[in-house]
């Protein structure tokens, strides 16, 4: 089984940043992708960023392009979204997600979810 634990949430006011962070572990996490989706309240859970093994592919929304920035950690098993000029309509819980295919992640069900960490932006 794989296991994710996410971190970093908060509160904060508009303009400002915040660091998400994603720890997997596992006897079955292997060279695996590492992702983020959020859900807002009433809203429906969507993709926000991608990247793969290696770190040399990432992938993000269109509301992600420019603001928030998708890393991977030297181990590999831990992973990194950096959000910066946060505004109101980024507050949702953001949940770490994984595949076997970066390329899939966004688009087909992961391998496994993390528990999600709360996100307020206030304005």
């Known amino acids: 089984q794989v296991q994710l634990v996410e971190s970093g949430g908060g509160l904060v006011q508009a303009g400002g940043s915040l660091r998400l962070s994603c720890a997997a572990s596992g006897t079955t996490f292997g060279r695996y992708a590492l992702g983020w989706f959020r859900q807002a309240p009433g809203r429906e859970r969507e993709f926000v960023a991608a990247?793969?093994?290696?770190?040399?592919?990432?992938s993000y929304d269109n509301f992600a392009k420019g603001r928030f920035t998708i890393s991977r950690g030297d181990a590999k098993n831990t992973a990194y979204l950096q959000m910066n000029s946060l505004k109101p309509e980024d507050t949702a819980v953001y949940y770490c997600?994984?595949?076997?295919?970066?390329?899939?992640?966004?688009?087909?069900?992961?391998?496994?979810w993390g528990q999600g960490t709360q996100v307020t932006v206030s304005s």
């Open positions: 990247i793969s093994w290696s770190g040399t592919t990432t």
């Open positions: 997600a994984t595949h076997d295919n970066v390329g899939m992640l966004a688009t087909t069900p992961p391998i496994a």
